[in-house]
Antibody
């Protein structure tokens, strides 16, 4: 059974940093691209970032470029999102999401339960 | 950027009703369109991919159609378990989602 378990969320002041982690199990993690997708409280879904199976391909949505860094450790079956210079508009549930392919088709076939990040003074 | 527009934003229907949700893309996306179901307090779940392909394990009352810029999700006979918000997503170029359609049961 595919499982994606996020951790690392919490309350942080504007301008500070936070690191999210996602532990994957139930599939060959190093065969698939992975993503972070976020959802503001009561709002819609927004794709944030993609990393290919071998970390050779990385993309970000414009609003987080230069502030967020996605990475993965295939030996640990783990995905990460380093978030810096956080803004109030970054407040959201952050979902760890598995891609259907290794390179990244952007078709999201399994989602974690989400980790809440609240940016507030 | 490719923008996705869903309609309606919310609907209320009775058990057994046929329900249709529409999604429009700002430019052609061929058939690179997926539908997701998000139940209250839960993560989204993939229902349909490539506009009309049913994801494994998804009930056959769900179907998708369309290509280019106009797409529909149909629930042939609404069930109480279908209470959820439904999102379309284009994945032709990166990913963008529609704003969601909240389905309520009368």
């Amino acid at each position: 059974e595919v499982q994606l378990v996020e951790s690392g969320g919490g309350v942080v002041q504007p301008g500070r940093s936070l690191r999210l982690s996602c532990a994957a199990s139930g599939f060959n993690f190093d065969d698939y691209a992975m993503h972070w997708v976020r959802q503001g409280p009561g709002k819609g879904l927004e794709w944030v970032s993609r990393i290919s199976w071998n970390s050779g391909g990385i993309d970000y949505t414009d609003s987080v470029k230069g502030r967020f860094t996605i990475s993965r450790d295939n030996a640990k079956s783990s995905l990460y999102l380093q978030m810096s210079s956080l803004r109030t508009e970054d407040t959201a549930f952050y979902y760890c999401v598995k891609d259907r392919t290794g390179g990244g088709s952007y078709l999201f076939d399994f989602w974690g339960q989400g980790s809440l990040v609240t940016v507030s003074s | 950027d490719i923008q996705m527009t869903q309609s309606p934003s919310a609907l209320s229907a009775s058990v057994g009703d046929r329900v249709t949700i529409t999604c429009r893309a700002s430019q052609t996306i061929d058939n690179w369109l997926a539908w997701y179901q998000q139940k209250p307090g839960k993560a989204p779940n993939l229902l349909i991919y490539k506009a009309s392909s049913l994801e494994s394990g998804v009930p056959s009352r769900f179907s998708g159609s369309g290509s280019g810029t106009e797409f529909t999700l149909t629930i042939s006979s609404l069930q109480p378990d279908d209470l959820a918000t439904y999102y379309c997503q284009q994945y032709k170029r990166y990913s963008t989602f529609g704003q969601g359609t909240k389905v309520q049961i009368k």
